[in-house]
């Protein structure tokens, strides 16, 4: 398998659609866009370069929350090689939510990791919510939609009626506890429907970038789709009830009070 060179990967971005001077939302996996030259920090330096000095990188670091949050040493949880050495980067900012942290570089990153409330982490005041307020672009690099976190943001904005609460470490006035956060937690699979409705109106561009498939498209015209369908059909994201996955049933029940 051949290494794609950086020049190459921010050819592929700029082809793919990545504005120059943009807000960009990176939800990736290396191990689809391998090799690269330079293993993962290559990869960031040809995001870097695709959205120039003029733009801001955004990137997921989110944590287990099984220990109190330190945005300068704690590790990602599940983020994947790239948004690990993304935020331990010089100069990037790391926004401080003790469970659902994100990490950006450029123009807009101290606005987009100021402090947030810790309910929902993923709601109009959060760093998802910043990129979609600053008319971001939101890029799926080898990953699908049930990893897209800014459709989260719409089933806040809907208000969905299903929450699930999950423990986390807090340090609050020098003292240790958990507190519950509550937050839309599903499997995440449903979310995938959203290929067909950016599809079906030109809103998805897709190809390959390294060796992975890549989508990007606009927060901003996104979660408008999500949010009619939720306002119509707020279980749209959960899978059916015989479908045997705990998780959506754990949500389902939230609304109900009833286990499937």
């Not at 990791?113 to 998802?128: I, K, M, T």
């Not at 600053?134 to 208000?159: D, F, I, P, R």
């Not at 995938?192 to 015209?221: C, N």
């Not at 899978?239 to 609304?255: I, K, M, Y």
Request: proline share 8%; hydrophobic share 40%; net charge negative.
């Amino acid at each position: 398998m051949r290494e794609f060179s950086q020049r190459e990967v921010v050819e592929q971005l700029q082809s793919l659609g990545v504005r120059e001077g943009g807000v960009l939302l990176v939800h990736t996996s290396f191990k689809a866009v391998r090799p690269v030259e330079g293993g993962p920090l290559g990869l960031i330096g040809a995001l870097r370069a695709a959205v120039g000095s003029g733009g801001t990188l955004v990137m997921p670091t989110m944590t287990d929350g099984e220990t109190v949050f330190d945005p300068v040493s704690t590790p990602t949880t599940d983020m994947g090689i790239t948004a690990e050495l993304f935020w331990r980067q010089p100069g990037v900012t790391r926004s401080t939510h003790p469970g659902g942290s994100f990490a950006a570089e450029g123009p807009h990153a101290a606005d987009i990791c100021r402090p947030q409330p810790l309910a929902p982490p993923h709601g109009p005041d959060s760093p998802v919510g910043r990129v979609h307020e600053l008319g971001g672009q939101v890029l799926l690099l080898g990953v699908t939609h049930s990893e897209n976190t800014t459709l989260h943001l719409a089933e806040a904005l809907a208000n969905v009626p299903y929450s699930i609460s999950h423990p986390c470490v807090v340090e609050v006035d020098g003292v240790v506890g958990t507190v519950m956060i509550p937050e839309t937690d599903h499997c995440c699979q449903g979310f995938r429907i959203a290929d067909d409705w950016l599809r079906a109106r030109s809103l998805q561009h897709e190809g390959p970038v390294g060796h992975a498939p890549a989508r990007l498209f606009d927060s901003r015209a996104l979660v408008p789709l999500a949010v009619d369908r939720l306002t119509v059909a707020p279980l749209t994201f959960l899978c059916s009830p015989d479908n045997g996955c705990e998780e959506c049933d754990a949500a389902r029940a939230s609304v109900t009070g009833v286990a499937t």
